[in-house]
């Protein structure tokens, strides 16, 4: 393996992460803007009141994606297992 397939792997790495991540941390910033607006107008300023809207968010999206997050992972391991089945 040279430097520029190593490279090409690490890039699919990360575009892997981006992917299986994007999903939840886009629903928690949703539900985090929204708690936060509701808490600038109605001067409610309790710490704890957006972490369980957050954290249910963020498992029913991650129950409801877990399949494309599977496929995603698949991917990536059969192109990996694949690079070392063939030497590069």
Sequence with gaps: MNQA???????????????????????????????SLFQALTQIQEATLTFIPKIVTVFVVAMLT??????????????AYSRIEHGF
């Excluded at 877990?66 to 192109?79: D, K, N, R, T």
């Design 66 to 79: 877990a399949s494309f997050i599977g496929s995603v992972l698949l991917g990536i391991s059969e192109q």
């Design 5 to 35: 397939d190593a490279m090409d792997l690490v890039k699919s790495a990360i575009w892997v992460v981006i992917l299986a991540s994007g999903p939840m941390i886009g629903a928690a910033m949703a539900v985090g803007i929204a708690i």
